[in-house]
């Protein structure tokens, strides 16, 4: 193991990390070291099936280059390049390039990587998986049923104002780590690359496979969803429900959701909140269910906002919104049954997160017809 993985593993509050993560960290950044010599692979054959895509893409490229005119003498003239960007892809598609399972699974295996080089830089819990999997959540859960607006679709959180929207605040950083990925495989959307680093980071963390397929488009400015869609932390139930209802999902879906918070921690320079929800933040565990119903939790006395710690060891929390969870008979009933059974959470976890990073997106710009299962790193 190295010494960079031995540091981050010691710097870890994880009581479930076990040292064959460790060495997988290890193994993942000799490889990487080895694989960013390499080029970035060149594709196969058209597929006539992919027509409605690759007009997708032209109309999103015209539109982009459009806005990159008009916001080029302003501050986010940077982000709107990106969108110019999207203008090589849109080449590279109508010569021919169809990516194949084969290709995403590389852009996978890349973004597992990348995900394990944060201990080497000493962020947080020695993985970037929380955060990437925060921005795939919050790319997607813009999304309203009602106007069909919004979801993982067109990667508008690239622009302003959704890049500085409050909800978003951080993901900047998630956005910036998976940059150099969109450069070595240029083909491949925003929409669906974040999409792909958060079911990369649920599946390498130690969490169920994530059903995904590759389709969408990168869009433009005009295109930003309004501020307010993603939900408030410091809200109650009628708010959660409201926000999820609005995406389609019931009180059981929003449970099994909510249970990412297994997975990382909140920043005060960030959201406002501080700590972790468990001792394993860089584990997929049913730990949060546990630890909600199990432990006594009390407000936090501090000069932040209103959140509870544990009254044991003051060093995990929860948001008002994962209380409430424990106090809504409804919400409760799930609570119960997915701190009962790991296996009963994975497999409703799941199938909630597939439907939610493909929320947005057209069915007939999908790829395939049925979402694929990538291939975790140790099955390769
Ligand atoms: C009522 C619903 C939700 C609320 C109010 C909420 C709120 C928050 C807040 C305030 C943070 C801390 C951000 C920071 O300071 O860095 C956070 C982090 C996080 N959230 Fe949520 N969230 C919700 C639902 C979800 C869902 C549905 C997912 C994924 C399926 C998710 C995944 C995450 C992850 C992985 C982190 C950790 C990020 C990191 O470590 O950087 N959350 N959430």
């Given at each position: 193991m190295s010494f960079a993985?031995?540091?981050?593993?010691?710097?870890?509050?994880?009581?479930v990390a076990s040292s064959a993560r460790g060495s997988r960290v290890a193994l993942r950044n000799s490889a990487f070291r080895k694989?960013?010599?390499?080029?970035?692979?060149?594709?196969?054959?058209?597929?006539?099936?992919?027509?409605?895509?690759?007009?997708?893409?032209?109309?999103?490229?015209?539109?982009?280059?459009?806005?990159?005119?008009?916001?080029?003498?302003?501050?986010?003239a940077k982000e709107a390049g990106t969108a110019l960007k999207s203008g090589a892809q849109a080449a590279k598609v109508a010569a021919n390039y169809v990516p194949t399972k084969e290709d995403y699974q590389k852009v996978y295996n890349r973004i597992a990587e990348v995900l394990d080089s944060a201990a080497d830089k000493e962020y947080d819990d020695g993985s970037y998986?929380?955060?990437?999997?925060?921005?795939?959540?919050?790319?997607?859960?813009?999304?309203?049923?009602?106007?069909?607006?919004?979801?993982?679709?067109?990667?508008?959180?690239?622009?302003?104002?959704?890049?500085?929207?409050?909800?978003?605040?951080?993901?900047?950083?998630?956005?910036?780590?998976?940059?150099?990925?969109?450069?070595?495989?240029?083909?491949?959307?925003?929409?669906?690359?974040?999409?792909?680093?958060?079911?990369?980071?649920i599946q390498e963390l130690g969490g169920p496979k994530i059903p995904?397929?590759?389709?969408?488009?990168?869009?433009?400015?005009?295109?930003?969803?309004?501020?307010?869609?993603?939900?408030?932390?410091?809200?109650?139930?009628?708010?959660?429900?409201?926000?999820?209802?609005?995406?389609?999902?019931?009180?059981?879906?929003?449970?099994?959701?909510?249970?990412?918070?297994?997975?990382?921690?909140?920043?005060s320079d960030r959201s406002g909140f501080e700590g972790p929800w468990t001792f394993s933040p860089t584990s997929v565990t049913n730990e949060f269910y546990k630890l909600l119903l199990n432990e006594k939790w009390v407000w936090k006395k501090w000069n932040g906002p209103k959140q509870l710690e544990d009254k044991t060891t003051h060093s995990l929390m929860m948001l008002p919104t994962d209380y409430v969870l424990t106090q809504d008979k409804s919400f409760k009933k799930w609570v119960k049954?997915?701190?009962?059974?790991?296996?009963?959470?994975?497999?409703?976890?799941?199938?909630?997160?597939?439907?939610?990073?493909?929320?947005?997106?057209?069915?007939?710009?999908?790829?395939?017809?049925?979402?694929?299962?990538?291939?975790?790193?140790?099955e390769n």
């Open positions: 993985a031995l540091r981050a593993s010691a710097r870890r509050v994880n009581v694989y960013s010599t390499e080029v970035p692979p060149s594709g196969p054959a058209p597929k006539g099936s992919n027509k409605l895509l690759i007009g997708g893409i032209a109309a999103a490229a015209v539109g982009g280059a459009a806005f990159w005119v008009y916001a080029s003498n302003s501050s986010s998986g929380p955060v990437v999997v925060r921005l795939a959540w919050h790319s997607s859960g813009t999304y309203d049923k009602e106007t069909n607006t919004g979801g993982s679709n067109y990667a508008t959180m690239r622009f302003e104002p959704e890049a500085t929207h409050g909800a978003n605040a951080g993901l900047k950083v998630a956005r910036d780590v998976l940059e150099p990925i969109k450069q070595e495989f240029p083909w491949i959307s925003y929409g669906d690359l974040w999409t792909l680093a958060g079911v990369t980071a995904w397929r590759p389709g969408r488009i990168d869009g433009f400015a005009a295109q930003c969803t309004p501020d307010g869609r993603l939900p408030d932390a410091s809200q109650g139930a009628d708010h959660v429900r409201n926000i999820f209802y609005r995406m389609g999902f019931n009180d059981q879906e929003i449970v099994a959701l909510i249970g990412a918070h297994a997975l990382g921690r909140c920043h049954a997915y701190a009962d059974s790991e296996d009963l959470w994975f497999k409703d976890f799941s199938a909630a997160v597939s439907r939610l990073f493909e929320l947005g997106v057209p069915t007939q710009q999908f790829v395939a017809s049925e979402p694929w299962i990538m291939k975790n790193t140790d």
